[in-house]
C-alpha cells in the first residue's frame, strides 16, 4: 500500500457553490455585460456565433457578480491575474480561491475562503467511443471499474469519473500538462469519495453533484468541505 494514501481526511471550510443557466441568468445581462472589462468584451466578440457571445458575458459577468459578494467589492472592480496554465485568481484577495465549469448552456462556480478547490461539470450524453476515451486517459483501474457497468449505465459512470479526474486537474492548476492516467478516482454512483495521486501519494477528497437532471458535477478540495448550493 502506497504511504500516505489512508490518511484519514481532516475537516474544511465551506464551499459555496452557485449553478444556473446562462440563458436565464438570474442578474439582467444588460447588467451583466457593464460589470466585464474591455478585455473580456473583445474575449466574447472573438466567438463566432451570438448565443456563445451571449454565454460568454453571461458568464463572466456572473463570475464577477459572485464574487463581489464574497469580496465585498463591485463587481465591474475586481481585477483578475492567471497562471502560467491560465487559472485566474484576484491578486487583491489572495484568500479567495474559486473555480468555474459549464458545459452547454448550464455554468457553475464554486468559491472557498479556506481550501484550494476544483470544479468540473459535464452533460451525460452518449458516448460510443467512450472506451477508446477511457483506454487514452483513464487509469487501468479506472477502465476496469467502467467495464462492470451495463451499458445503458455506462455513460452516466464514465462522465462521473471524467468530472472527478477534471476537478481534480483543476485544483491543481496543471491544465493539460498533468497525466489523467497518473491518479485515479471512483466511476461509483456516489457523493463522497477520494482522489489517489499515484505520483505524489496524496489523497483528496471528492464530493459529488447534479448540477441539473442529466448532468454530472464534481468539486474536490484536500480536505472535507462542507458543499453549500446557492439559490440561482
Known amino acids: 500500500m502506497l504511504a500516505g494514501m489512508d490518511t484519514p481526511h481532516k475537516q474544511g471550510g465551506t464551499v459555496r457553490l452557485t449553478v444556473l443557466d446562462l440563458r436565464a ?7 451583466l455585460s457593464a460589470f466585464l472589462s474591455d478585455d473580456e468584451r473583445k474575449r466574447a466578440a472573438r466567438f463566432h456565433f451570438p448565443h456563445l457571445q451571449e454565454n460568454f458575458r453571461n458568464g463572466r459577468g456572473m463570475l464577477r457578480n459572485v464574487l463581489s459578494a464574497a469580496c465585498s467589492v463591485p463587481a465591474a472592480q475586481l481585477r483578475f491575474t492567471y497562471s502560467d496554465k491560465g487559472k485566474p485568481s484576484l491578486p487583491d484577495f489572495p ?3 474559486f473555480n468555474v465549469s459549464h458545459s452547454g448552456d448550464l455554468w457553475a462556480c464554486a468559491v472557498s475562503e479556506s ?15 467512450c472506451d477508446a476515451i477511457a483506454l487514452r486517459f483513464f487509469a487501468p483501474s479506472e477502465r476496469e471499474a467502467l467495464n462492470t457497468f ?6 452516466a459512470a464514465f462522465f462521473r469519473c471524467w468530472t472527478r479526474k477534471e476537478a481534480y486537474i483543476k485544483a491543481l492548476g496543471d491544465g ?17 469519495s477520494t482522489v489517489r495521486d499515484l505520483v505524489t501519494f496524496e489523497s483528496w477528497h471528492l464530493q ?10 464534481a468539486v474536490t478540495t484536500p480536505d472535507i468541505a462542507t458543499l ?5
Not at 208 to 217: D, L, N, R, T
Not at 228 to 232: A, G, H
Open 150 to 155: 451495463a451499458e445503458e449505465d455506462k455513460a
Open 208 to 217: 459529488s453533484f447534479a448540477p441539473a437532471p442529466g448532468y454530472a458535477g
Open 176 to 192: 493539460l500538462s498533468r497525466d489523467l492516467s497518473s491518479f485515479t478516482v471512483s466511476c461509483a454512483d456516489e457523493e463522497f
Open 115 to 129: 481550501s484550494v478547490l476544483g470544479l468540473d461539470i459535464e452533460r451525460i450524453r452518449p458516448m460510443p467511443d
Open 228 to 232: 453549500l448550493r446557492e439559490p440561482s
Open 95 to 97: 484568500h479567495l480561491e
Open 25 to 31: 441568468p438570474p442578474v439582467p445581462p444588460q447588467m
